[in-house]
T-cell receptor
Framework: AAGVIQSPRHLIKEKRETATLKCYPI?????VYWYQQGPGQDPQFLIS???????DKGSIPDRFSAQQFSDYHSELNMSSLELGDSALYFC?????????????FGEGSWLTVV | GDSVTQMEGPVTLSEEAFLTINCTYT??????LFWYVQYPGEGLQLLLKATKADDKGSNKGFEATYRKETTSFHLEKGSVQVSDSAVYFC??????????????FGQGTTLQVKP
């Protein structure tokens, strides 16, 4: 079965640079979520989209932005990178926003800021 | 706001031992509850879920029962294997507090199983 695809899997950036992460949700899923997981931490919700519209916002820095495109893939743009942005970034998708519906996660993108 | 609290780790067990990882939650509505597992260097995989009180989720020998009266969703397995070594996250999704159904995670519990 198709899963959530994230790219790149790993990237290394310098401070103050910009990074873009891509996410391809499971086909026909209408909701996309982005999470950030710092070393040894639990995943923190950043932002979500339902049918290409932003639906919820969590602890996402102003330096970060995201969007969902017409083909339902999503991109997370991170500018003016800081050392503290080094983390594992997950994209996830679900078919329906109801709380009982399962959210499926991608393998994650490891961002290292040096 | 909604929150999830898990027992602190790491939890170290011998193979074939009984496992319990405690999880309690606080929610304004009637959340759905989940356990996710993260193997070293990998993403989050759904282990099991329960969507209403007294539901029992089960998968791969793991079980958890949604206890509304104690606001708990403890994870259990009768006989752990070395391959169960991972980080386990308890999570909730509450549509009353978030119409997107986003997950709120506990802090994770590391399980290490020794041969």
């Amino acid at each position: 079965a198709a899963g959530v695809i994230q790219s790149p899997r790993h990237l290394i950036k310098e401070k103050r640079e910009t990074a873009t992460l891509k996410c391809y949700p499971i086909p026909r899923h209408d909701t996309v979520y982005w999470y950030q997981q710092g070393p040894g931490q639990d995943p923190q919700f950043l932002i979500s989209f339902y049918e290409k519209m932003q639906s919820d916002k969590g602890s996402i820095p102003d330096r970060f932005s995201a969007q969902q495109f017409s083909d339902y893939h999503s991109e997370l743009n991170m500018s003016s990178l800081e050392l503290g942005d080094s983390a594992l970034y997950f994209c996830a998708s679900s078919l329906d926003r109801s709380s009982g519906n399962t959210i499926y996660f991608g393998e994650g993108s490891w961002l290292t800021v040096v | 706001g909604d929150s999830v609290t898990q027992m602190e780790g790491p939890v170290t067990l011998s193979e074939e031992a009984f496992l319990t990882i405690n999880c309690t939650y606080t929610a304004t509505g009637y959340p759905s509850l989940f356990w996710y597992v993260q193997y070293p260097g990998e993403g989050l995989q759904l282990l099991l879920k329960a969507t209403k009180a007294d539901d029992k989720g089960s998968n791969k020998g793991f079980e958890a029962t949604y206890r509304k009266e104690t606001t708990s969703f403890h994870l259990e397995k009768g006989s752990v294997q070395v391959s169960d070594s991972a980080v386990y996250f308890c999570a909730l999704s509450d549509r009353r507090s978030s119409n997107t159904g986003k997950l709120i995670f506990g802090q994770g519990t590391t399980l290490q199983v020794k041969p």
